[in-house]
């Protein structure tokens, strides 16, 4: 089978196209990546090519040794996917130490996977382990109100996560583990890769201020559209904000433990502050 005829990879196209549809993508801004099934892999081996050298991932994930990965390219544009996917992705190998990586499909006119790849990694080494191998998908996007709160809210996740969830009652629902925040950081390197997997030890969503989002879920819709529900709230917040300092009023405490109750979510007390 033609690699762009898999569903995983029309999945995954389909979500790059809606991520630049909602602005997420300047340029090359974000990346993307699928730890693939392994009758996912059978399906698209016929394509694959074993002559490209092997490549340090700058990181170890030895949990991953083996893993096939469809990933977007470092310095491609997510709005070029659609038009040449072969150009913008590729599908790599981890190596049995879980130190290198090589490419065996895609990138056709040259280039590297993101350089985000030792975050992509390592969180979803974090990710495999922690929920029994369900997520497959990371993504990194840029949206504006997710990173303008990075502004002007402290950066704890007790506060990110409190002023979210009161934006929208659905929020403590969809991510009833909050939201973690890590201070400014140079991206690209293992630095970085290793705070974020800390944090998606008990987080599917990690905040990186002024810079971006990084999300994690089991397939395309449910990351997309926790991602989306993030950046909604953000950009609720930030219109609450710009019309009064203060809230007149808002979902209290109690409203939240009754809303844990009903909908069956834990939702740690250290969120619940009295203010
Ligand atoms: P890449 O083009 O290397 O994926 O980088 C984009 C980005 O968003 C870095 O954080
Ligand atoms: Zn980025």
Redesign the pocket.
């Known amino acids: 089978m033609q690699v762009t005829e898999a569903k995983f990879v029309k999945g995954f196209m389909k979500m790059c196209e809606d991520g630049c549809q909602m602005g997420w993508h300047e340029r090359?801004?974000?990346?993307f990546s699928y730890r693939m099934r392994e009758d996912e892999t059978a399906l698209i081996r016929e394509n694959f090519s074993y002559e490209k050298d092997w490549a340090e991932i700058g990181t170890e994930v030895p949990d991953l040794a083996g893993e096939h990965f469809l990933v977007?390219?470092?310095?491609?544009f997510f709005g070029n996917v659609k038009t040449d996917p072969e150009g913008n992705l590729a599908v790599i190998e981890i190596d049995e130490e879980g130190t290198k990586y090589r490419i065996l499909w895609g990138l056709k006119d040259g280039g590297v996977p993101?350089?985000?790849l030792p975050s992509h990694l390592m969180n979803h080494q974090v990710k495999k382990k922690g929920t029994n191998g369900k997520h497959r998908v990371i993504y990194?996007c840029?949206p504006v109100h997710t990173i303008a709160l990075t502004f002007v809210l402290p950066l704890q996740e007790e506060v990110f996560t409190r002023e979210l969830w009161e934006m929208m009652t659905e929020c403590p629902v969809i991510f009833p583990d909050g939201a973690a925040v890590i201070p400014w950081m140079v991206?690209?390197g293992k630095e970085i890769a290793v705070r974020s997997s800390q944090c998606m030890e008990d987080h599917d969503v990690v905040i990186w201020a002024h810079?971006?989002i990084f999300c994690s879920g089991e397939d395309f819709d449910q990351t997309f559209g926790l991602t989306h529900t993030v950046e909604k709230a953000a950009e609720i917040l930030c219109n609450v904000l710009a019309m009064a300092p203060y809230k007149r009023q808002t979902i209290e405490p109690e409203g939240f433990r009754e809303l844990a109750k009903e909908f069956g979510v834990n939702l740690q007390e250290r969120f619940l502050y009295e203010k």
């Open positions: 090359n801004g974000g990346n977007t390219g470092s310095g491609k993101t350089s985000e990194h840029h991206p690209g810079h971006g």
